[in-house]
C-alpha cells in the first residue's frame, strides 16, 4: 500500500536506535524527509549514515540533530532547525528512553522527578514545538499534520516492576486523548501507538536487570514476556514501524485519539 507520504518531512525523537530508529527509517523508505534526534552527536550522526544507506535515500534526506527531549531550549531549536532544512513539518514522532524499573521503596523522588521529564514533559515539549509547523502544513493546499506518541503497553494495563513507565505513559494517554480533541478542527491527528515486548537495546537491558535481580537468566525473562502475548514471540521493531508508518500517512486521516497496541495480543481487552 502507498502510504500517500512521499516528500513529507518528519520528526522522530528518540531515533539513534530501538523503536525511533525503526520508525524513522520505515518513514525514510516511504519518501520522507526526516529529521532524527537523540542526545550524542556521534552517535545519531551514526545512525543518519545508516538509515539513509539501510533506506537506500539520498543522505541528504535525513538531518541529524543531537538534542536531549528534556530540555525545552534544545528541542524548540532542533524541531525549527528540522522545518528550516526541509522547508516545513508534517509529522512528529515523539519517543525518548525508557526509564529506570523500580518498585515503590526502590526509586528516589529525583528519581520519579527525572522519569516524568524523560517520558511525560519531554512529550509536551515536543507537541507545543511541534505545534506552530504542522498548524502550517496542515492548513496548506495539500494538507497533512500528524502526532504520534510512542509510549507503552505499561500504559494500558501496568506492569509490577516498571511504575515509572505506568504512571508517565497513562499521563502522556491523557494529553494525547486531549490534545486530539483540541487539533481535530484544525486537521491534525494524534494517536499513541503502544509498544508491546520489542527487540531493542532498551528490551536486553531490562531483561539482563531484571534477571540479576531475581536470580533467573535473561533468556527465561525473555521467554516469559514472550509466553504473555497471544503470538508467543517478542516483537521484531520492524514489524513496531510499519503500524506507526501507517497512522502518521495520508491512509490513516480519520483515525485520531486512539491508543494503538502493537503487542502481539499482549493486551487481553475485548476492546
Ligand atoms: N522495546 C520495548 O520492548 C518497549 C516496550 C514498551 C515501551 N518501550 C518504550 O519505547 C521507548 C523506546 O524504546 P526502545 O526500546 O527503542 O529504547 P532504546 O533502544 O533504549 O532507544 C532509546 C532511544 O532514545 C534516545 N534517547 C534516550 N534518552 C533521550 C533523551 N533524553 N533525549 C533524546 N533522545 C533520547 C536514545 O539515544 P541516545 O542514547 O543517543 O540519546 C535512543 O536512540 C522507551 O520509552 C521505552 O520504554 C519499549
Same mark, same amino acid.
Given at each position: 500500500?502507498?502510504?500517500g507520504?512521499?516528500?513529507?518531512?518528519?520528526?522522530?525523537?528518540?531515533?539513534?536506535?530501538?523503536?525511533?530508529?525503526?520508525?524513522?527509517?520505515?518513514?525514510?523508505?516511504?519518501?520522507?524527509?526526516?529529521a532524527?534526534?537523540?542526545?550524542?552527536?556521534?552517535?545519531?550522526?551514526?545512525a543518519?549514515?545508516?538509515?539513509?544507506?539501510e533506506?537506500?535515500v539520498?543522505p541528504?534526506?535525513?538531518?541529524? @540533530?543531537?538534542?536531549?527531549?528534556?530540555?525545552?531550549?534544545?528541542v524548540h531549536?532542533?524541531?525549527?532547525?528540522?522545518?528550516?532544512?526541509?522547508?516545513? *513539518?508534517?509529522?512528529?514522532?515523539?519517543?525518548?528512553?525508557?526509564?529506570p524499573?523500580g518498585?515503590?521503596?526502590?526509586?528516589?523522588?529525583?528519581?520519579?522527578?527525572?522519569?516524568?521529564?524523560?517520558n511525560?514533559v519531554?512529550?509536551?515539549?515536543?507537541?507545543?514545538?511541534?505545534?506552530?509547523h504542522l498548524r502550517v502544513?496542515?492548513?496548506?493546499?495539500?494538507?497533512h499534520?500528524?502526532?504520534?506518541?510512542?509510549?507503552s503497553?505499561?500504559?494500558?494495563?501496568?506492569i509490577?516492576? @516498571?511504575?515509572l513507565s505506568?504512571a508517565?505513559?497513562a499521563g502522556?494517554?491523557?494529553?494525547?486523548?486531549?490534545l486530539?480533541?483540541?487539533?481535530?478542527?484544525?486537521?491534525i491527528?494524534?494517536n499513541?501507538?503502544?509498544?508491546?515486548?520489542?527487540?531493542?537495546?532498551?528490551?536486553?537491558?531490562l531483561?539482563?536487570?531484571?534477571?540479576?535481580?531475581?536470580g533467573?537468566?535473561?533468556?527465561e525473562?525473555?521467554?516469559g514476556?514472550?509466553?504473555?502475548?497471544?503470538l508467543?514471540r517478542?516483537?521484531d521493531p520492524?514489524?513496531?514501524?510499519?503500524?506507526?508508518?501507517f497512522?502518521?500517512?495520508?491512509?490513516?486521516?480519520?483515525?485520531?485519539?486512539?491508543?494503538?497496541?502493537?503487542?502481539?495480543?499482549?493486551?487481553k481487552?475485548? *476492546?
Open positions: 500500500m502507498d502510504l507520504i512521499k516528500g513529507r518531512t518528519a520528526f522522530v525523537a528518540g531515533a539513534s536506535s530501538g523503536l525511533g530508529y525503526a520508525v524513522a527509517r520505515a518513514l525514510a523508505r516511504e519518501g520522507c524527509r526526516v532524527i534526534c537523540s542526545r550524542n552527536e556521534e552517535r545519531i550522526a551514526h543518519a549514515g545508516r538509515l539513509a544507506g533506506a537506500g539520498d541528504g534526506s535525513v538531518l541529524p @540533530l543531537a538534542c536531549d527531549v528534556t530540555s525545552e531550549e534544545a531549536e532542533a524541531i525549527d532547525r528540522a522545518a528550516a532544512q526541509f522547508g516545513g *513539518l508534517h509529522i512528529l514522532v515523539t519517543n525518548a528512553g525508557g526509564p524499573p518498585y515503590i521503596d526502590d526509586l528516589s523522588i529525583e528519581t520519579w522527578r527525572g522519569g516524568i521529564e524523560l511525560l519531554s512529550v509536551i515539549q515536543l507537541c507545543r514545538a511541534a505545534l506552530p502544513a496542515a492548513a496548506s493546499d495539500d494538507p499534520g500528524s502526532i504520534l506518541m510512542i509510549t503497553i505499561s500504559a494500558k494495563r501496568p509490577p516492576s @516498571l511504575y505506568n508517565t505513559r502522556v494517554q491523557g494529553f494525547a486523548k486531549t486530539s480533541e483540541e487539533l481535530g478542527p484544525a486537521g491527528t494524534v499513541t501507538i503502544l509498544p508491546g515486548y520489542t527487540r531493542t537495546e532498551r528490551l536486553k537491558n531483561s539482563e536487570r531484571l534477571a540479576s535481580a531475581s533467573r537468566s535473561a533468556e525473562i525473555e521467554a514476556w514472550a509466553e504473555g502475548n497471544a508467543r517478542i516483537a520492524e514489524e513496531f514501524a510499519a503500524a506507526a508508518a497512522l502518521v500517512s495520508k491512509r490513516a486521516t480519520y483515525v485520531t485519539g486512539v491508543g494503538f497496541p502493537v503487542d502481539g495480543g499482549w493486551s481487552h475485548v *476492546l
